[in-house]
Structure formats: C-alpha cells, structure tokens
C-alpha cells in the first residue's frame, strides 16, 4: 500500500460485523497491524474488531478529525449504510496486507 500524505478515517468490524469501531491514523496499513495484534486499541482487541469495513482518506489532519467525531455521533443505521456503499459485500478491505 505505502500511502504518504494522508490521513485516513476508518472502520473495523469484527468477524461476525455487529461491532464497529471508529479510528484515524496518519498510516492506515501500520495501524490495522497494530489492531490485528491487540496492540491498537482495548475495544478492537476485546472486540476482535480486525476486519477493515470502511475508509476514507484527507490531507488535512484537522478534516480528518472532524469526519472522525462526525461517524462517532451517527446513528448505527448510518454507519451501516456508509459501509455498504464502498463494501457491499462486507469484506475485508485490508484482506492481504
């Protein structure tokens, strides 16, 4: 992948997809490592949120963070239908990396 100049806005989602988690990262391969290891976040790794459902990336750290908080405030129906238009099929988006 080796992404330079961007941020990214993501969502994980566990095997069975009825969990979500929210991040941002200035390096999306590095940081889903680090929650595919449980070193990313408590929640992703009581959760098992490993599977990449969604992202978005920015080049502005302060849109990034914005659009962050913004998917944290939606309704769960919102954020399912989010996914669904970029991952129809619910795949992982990060499968090989």
Sequence with gaps: MARTGYYSVYILSNHARTVFYIGMTNNLERR????????GSS?????KCHFLMYYEDFS???????REKQLKNWK????????????PELK?????W
């Excluded at 889903?32 to 070193?39: A, D, V």
């Design 60 to 66: 502005d750290v302060n849109n990034a963070i914005a």
């Design 76 to 87: 769960r129906e919102w954020k399912i239908k989010l996914i669904y238009e970029m991952n």
């Design 43 to 47: 929640f992703t790794a009581k959760y």
């Design 32 to 39: 889903i490592g680090e929650h595919r290891s449980n070193e």
């Design 92 to 96: 992982d988006l990060a499968e090989g």
